[in-house]
């Protein structure tokens, strides 16, 4: 038995106004959170919430997460940029090529995403949540895979891709070179034990894996924080949690 990936946490200045915008541009439906900030629900099989909880650091430097939302065609991708500039986002440059397909855009608090234009044929079998793609080496991609037990969907030229059997969106690596960090991590994922598990002893296995635990303790709502082999900072929860989707 393995972790389940409760929630992709973001760091939020303002947690319902980044809840209310990924929202409207995902379609999901929003819900309180212990933390005091907010939390998305998801209505398709991305199988993990989104929990926006509140931080009073700025944004400095990209993340080392981001969405990739597919399109179906070039009128959908133009639907999708165009409700997401509505709500409130914007384009930006990362150094994009104008003859890329896909569109590079931020949330209200500078948070990355992209748009992919339809014929992708790695997210060919997937939702509109097509991927989170992740700043990462090879070793992170393995220790992820066993961790959340998904198996490797891509494995080459150091990128890693691993999916749930039950599908969902895909969560790559792109293997080096590595982007420098910039401090704390606005992106980090919730693990809950698995059903039947404990926490310590879900600790231990991560721990096996090539996790670090990070302090002794647990924070207000019991959670331990740990990192993964690259150093990205993630909790594991008290205890098993249901999920909306699996």
């Known amino acids: 038995m393995t972790s389940h990936l409760h929630a992709l946490c973001f760091d939020a200045n303002d947690p319902p106004l980044l809840a209310r915008y990924w929202a409207g541009v995902l379609g999901w439906e929003t ?19 989104i929990r926006f909880l509140p931080t009073e ?7 080392l997460m981001h969405f990739d939302l597919t399109s179906t065609s070039l009128d959908d991708q133009r639907e999708t940029v ?34 992919i234009e339809p014929g992708n ?12 793609a992740c700043d990462g080496s090879q ?16 494995d080459q030229d150091q990128e890693t891709a691993i999916r749930s059997p039950h599908g969902g969106p895909k969560i790559t690596w792109g ?26 002893s879900e600790i231990d296995r991560l721990v096996s894996l090539g996790a670090t635990r990070t302090g002794t303790g647990q924070d207000q709502t ?5 990192t993964d082999p690259d150093g990205n900072e993630f909790s594991v ?6 999920l909306p989707l699996q």
């Open 121 to 132: 044929n790695f997210l060919a079998d997937c939702g509109f949540v097509g991927a989170l």
């Open 31 to 49: 819900s309180g959170d212990p933390s005091g900030g907010s939390t998305l629900l998801p209505n398709d099989d991305t199988g993990f919430r």
């Open 237 to 242: 929860l008290p205890g098993p949690v249901a």
């Open 175 to 200: 293997g080096p070179p590595l982007t420098p960090r910039t401090g704390r991590s606005r992106l980090r994922f919730d693990l809950a034990p698995p059903v039947g598990g404990d926490q310590r």
């Open 139 to 154: 070793e992170v991609g393995y220790f992820w895979s066993e961790a959340l037990g998904r198996p490797l969907v891509w």
């Open 222 to 226: 019991g959670a331990v924080t740990m």
């Open 57 to 63: 650091e700025p944004k400095s430097g990209p993340n």
């Open 82 to 115: 165009a409700r997401s500039l509505g709500l409130g986002g914007r384009h930006i440059d990362i150094g994009q090529l104008p003859e890329e397909g896909h569109v590079v855009l931020a949330d209200p608090e500078g948070n990355e995403y992209c748009v």
